[in-house]
Nanobody
Framework: VQLVESGGGLVQAGGSLKLTCAYY????????VGWVRQAPGKEREGVSC???????YYADSVKGRFTISSDNAKKMVYLQMNNLKSEDTAVYYC??????????????????WGQGTQVAVSS
């Protein structure tokens, strides 16, 4: 299993970014895939997750601003981030949970992780 993130960068507050996670080595039908972030000096936080049936989870801090989606044909999971705030600054990791029916809420439930991509929001 391999997860590769891209799309991070520096953006001004109020701006948008779209993160992409390319996944390899598994069939999405058997997994849940999500995004976890870690800001400097803080614990990891589960941001969003999508199940194989299309159910989505969002942390309260990003509801209404972030949208997760998947393209199984391309083996991609996306995180569209709008109206970014300085508190969204973090390393964002793509993660996958094996054999998960439904979504993952806690980052502890993920089995596989990507290397992360940095998102920096300037105020």
């Amino acid at each position: 299993v391999q997860l590769v993130e891209s799309g991070g960068g520096l953006v001004q507050a109020g701006g948008s970014l779209k993160l992409t996670c390319a996944y390899y080595g598994f069939i999405f039908d058997d997994y849940a895939v999500g995004w976890v972030r870690q800001a400097p000096g803080k614990e990891r936080e589960g941001v969003s997750c999508i199940s194989s049936s299309g159910t989505a989870y969002y942390a309260d801090s990003v509801k209404g601003r972030f949208t997760i989606s998947s393209d199984n044909a391309k083996k991609m999971v996306y995180l569209q981030m709008n109206n970014l705030k300085s508190e969204d600054t973090a390393v964002y990791y793509c993660a996958a949970a094996d054999g998960k029916v439904g979504v993952v809420v806690s980052h502890d439930e993920y089995d596989y992780w990507g290397q992360g991509t940095q998102v920096a929001v300037s105020s």
